[in-house]
């Protein structure tokens, strides 16, 4: 794939750089990978020293910073939104890859309901009474039990498996491998054995949401596992049943949340964090990589460790750790001089007393 | 769905309230979620205030409690139980939504053993040398590689991979991407590389076991792993080769145990908790969310944190740990403190001597 | 099967015992569980005990080591290897069991490039411009997407997913469930939402690579997520965009790597660990399970815990937590002594003046 610099530069809303008008850009790639022919992208001004060595025909930088000579520079007041515009000019992927038309090696149930341009792959199954909105793509051996609603414009990797009952909106993007509404995991203690607890609710996904590779969302045991608008899920996490998280939250890889469980909007996870059942963790709250969360988060706080607290009290306790070493011997020498002023107040006294 | 009062009520084992027997309930729902017609439940005394609230037709509630007047409350000696069973009743999703009979469109190994009532989806694969038992449904897309023996009504749900050689039980519910007898993850290294040991031995799951959706069960070295009859395992967790599982244990989701390790019967798992190697789990312990066991864990005993320790002194030594900020001021003053009582001996001394 | 033990002791290169040559050899098993015509191993002498206890017929025993008597030993320099070759003599698992030929219910592209004896199971579905190198097992149900090269002699387990344009090299091992070349997880703020970023880069996996069931490889942003020659993956890892892991590194069950990290080769990493983005991890390092590593780790290092830190120093600061109750005794114990220190003093001060 061959782009005029100037055109790249009419997508990003700046000027073409002089003279540079019809320079051919072929690829993207870091300032450190890059050869002829591809742009990179600068967004830290701490790295600006690799300009000088990349072999990047052109870089998106900051605006306002300097640029050593030799090297095309394009500024952008978000060099970052810039490149990622560049990076959808490049991107030659398309949902045709995963399917295209409806396959007839799909099972389509005679009673579900496709909209127009409905993309479904081999191997695809799709339930009786299930709908699937215009523009949407279902991978080959992805599997969509009865009654689920899917809505339109969304794109289902291969091998996911899609229960019954759910609710899934426009736009969502459900990476391969992915498992929405298995059942919620509760069993009743009852004659001695683990009575399984009938998992009646289903798994709704608003509009927007994302979905990462073998991630799992348990249907509610009753009324509804809810993912909201714009929230992005990576990889492996696990959501369980009865779960409710808002609007445009972001949920990095693995991490793990329990049962009835409340996040807010605008929340950030780090992987691999977890959460215990039953709690309220605040809108626009951060929680770091691997936290165990045991209680409410407050909106707009920051925790990490385990038990998770404050970030600032984390660090601060990590640090305070550290000097319990020293401390202890700290404390060894100091009673050994109140030992040793003892001794002598003691016999002092004696003294006194003689 | 409709159902009367009164038939709840017999189910339950208790006596319809008077005038109310002929009352129609149409859902299950939370006492918040609860709209006109839902039946709900209070098990805990402390959530008694959302009764005046909840507009919820029925609620069942722990007997001899206290009900505020205008809302119809159901006493069970056991209310969790009474709820598990109302929901049992309200639980109209079908096996014939996962497969129903043998679809035409299913590889069947002329050489597998099916027994009556078996259902198997499109697109699964039925090795040679399988035998399935009486009433077992098989998801779509679902492969059960040769010499897999599965038991009488199992539930094996769409996009399940079982390789060869497994050993599964009756009534075993195998959710959603699950992987059971995949390699143990073995190598030896060998002039300078890492030399794969073959995994010959299986997988065996007794009877009612449960297998969370993408969880993956490792084939033994040689031997057996095995999850024995009724455990309950949550989403996303690994089991590594040779792994003993007793009765009755429940795994919650994202937890990983390392090969070799044997886990008593009743023990009780949380989320995302880690097992080295070779290790003991004793009958009836309770190992808490997050935590790292790397040594053995007696029976009867409740374990957390990393590395893992007694319930008891980990909480100790977090609450110890946050008294070191503290503490480490306390010493600061005091060694400030013996300082200036040790100069004040010295001049003593001195005075005395001089 | 059963084999002579002669050919077990040329195939390890010993000498048959004396007299035991045609002693019939019928499986494997551990010391513990072996029953009559199982052959077992012993690498570590502190087991010697279960020697006499063992119902096997023949031990792999470390050259040099006392036998007691009325046991077959067989003493090898390296008792392991020679047990994994005894493991490969037994292993009568085979491909064929996965798929054989080229199944006319599976889906290949009229572009696609097949070489020889390459066997694609039922349902499984090749794109457009794949190629599959001589001798590749590709599994039911699993989908690769257009684009994809697929080296010789590699064994793909079922319902796996492979996406488009990615690089696998020769005798590569994916088990079920794997997805490889998922998207990165990458989004820009921009108003008010989360922009997806398109993620145009590919997966590639080297020579001799083995990828666990249910692992998760996502593709770069741009350029190359890379797995080095001869690296093993266990089981539900999640590797995030950008990543980069040396050769013959060993990763175990449920690990976390975060965009960008580059990870050396010979590294070890323990299940559960987990890794911020845009680290480097040394050559030839240690990670401990569960770790949760925030900073580079130089080359030859050992780090575990939370932050990860030289283990080491995770050592010496658990233990030094666990004195902190006593100490906070100890220092609350000091303080009394040094006020009553302090008002002796004064005291003697007061009278002194008085």
Redesign the interface.
């Known amino acids: 794939m061959t782009v005029k610099l100037d055109r790249i530069c009419a997508l990003i809303g700046i000027e073409a750089p002089r003279g540079a008008a019809h320079l051919s850009i072929t690829?993207?790639?870091?300032l450190e990978?890059a050869r002829e022919g591809d742009i990179s992208f600068l967004s830290n001004t701490r790295y600006r020293k690799y300009l000088t060595s990349t072999a990047a025909s052109a870089v998106i930088v900051p605006s306002g910073m300097d640029s050593p000579p030799g090297i095309i520079t394009l500024p952008a007041d978000d060099p970052?939104?810039a490149f990622?515009q560049v990076?959808?000019l490049?991107?030659?992927?398309s949902r045709g890859?995963?399917a295209r038309g409806i396959?007839d090696?799909a099972?389509v149930s005679p009673d579900a309901v496709l909209g127009a341009d409905v993309s479904i792959?081999?191997?695809a199954?799709i339930?009786?009474e299930v709908s699937i909105g215009d523009g949407t793509t279902i991978?080959?051996?992805t599997?969509v039990?009865?009654?689920t609603r899917i809505g339109g414009n969304c794109l289902v990797?291969?091998?996911?498996?899609i229960?019954?009952?759910c609710l899934i909106g426009d736009r969502v993007?459900i990476?391969?491998?992915a498992?929405i509404g298995?059942?919620g995991?509760g069993?009743?203690p009852?004659d001695?054995?683990?009575?399984?607890?009938?998992?009646?609710g289903r798994v709704r996904l608003e509009d927007?949401v994302?979905i990462?590779?073998?991630t799992?969302i348990?249907r509610a045991?009753?009324?509804e596992t809810v993912v909201s608008r714009?929230t992005?899920l990576?990889?492996?996490i696990?959501i369980?049943h009865n779960v409710k998280i808002g609007m445009?939250s972001?949920l990095?890889?693995?991490v793990?949340v329990?049962g009835s469980t409340e996040i807010g909007g605008g929340v950030r996870i780090g992987?691999?964090a977890?959460f215990?059942g039953h709690l309220n963790v605040g809108e626009g709250s951060s929680v770091g990589?691997?936290a165990?969360v045991t209680k409410d988060v407050p909106s707009g706080e920051t925790v990490s460790?385990?038990?998770a607290k404050t970030h600032m009290l984390a660090m601060?306790?990590?640090a305070?750790?550290?000097?319990?070493?020293a401390?202890?011997k700290?404390?060894k020498r100091?009673?050994l001089?109140?030992e040793k002023?003892?001794q002598?107040?003691r016999e002092?006294e004696k003294k006194h007393a003689g």
């Open positions: 690829g993207v790639a870091s990978d970052y939104l990622v990076l959808e490049f991107d030659t992927r890859d995963v396959d090696r099972v792959g081999p191997f199954v339930g009786g991978g080959p051996g599997t039990l009865p009654g990797y291969p091998n996911v498996t229960m019954d009952g993007i990476h391969a491998g498992v298995s059942d995991f069993f009743a009852h001695g054995r683990l009575k399984k607890i009938p998992q009646i927007d994302e990462g590779a073998n799992c348990d045991t009753f009324g714009g992005k990576d990889n492996l696990q369980a445009s972001v990095a890889a693995q793990g329990s992987g691999q977890g215990a990589a691997q165990g460790g385990y038990p601060r306790l990590e305070a750790l550290r000097q319990v070493p401390l202890l700290t404390v100091q009673e001089r109140i002023l003892e002598i107040i002092q």
